[in-house]
């Protein structure tokens, strides 16, 4: 599996981080939104887009960071 990251300014809440969980071929299998700030979690068991956009712009992420955070209620 491979995992990226990347941050978007969201006006007073801070940075909201979207995790995506793809497989070899870069096909998106998961993702998730997290705002450290405020401590919003929303989960995407099956996304609608299953193609990275703009994946030059993301940020690689670690398994443990994305299962981490996939796995808090």
Request: net charge negative.
């Given at each position: 599996m491979?995992?990226?990251?990347c941050a978007q300014f969201v006006p007073g809440k801070g940075d909201?981080?979207?995790?995506?969980e793809c497989d070899d071929g870069k096909k998106v299998l998961r993702q998730l939104t997290h705002i450290p700030a405020t401590?919003?979690?929303?989960?995407?068991?099956?996304?609608?887009v299953k193609k990275l956009v703009r994946p030059e712009?993301?940020?690689?992420?670690?398994?443990?960071?994305?299962?981490?955070?996939?796995?808090?209620?």
């Open positions: 491979l995992y990226f990251k909201a981080w979207t995790y995506y401590r919003e979690l929303t989960r995407v068991p099956d996304p609608i712009l993301l940020l690689d992420a670690s398994a443990e960071e994305f299962m981490g955070l996939w796995g808090t209620s």
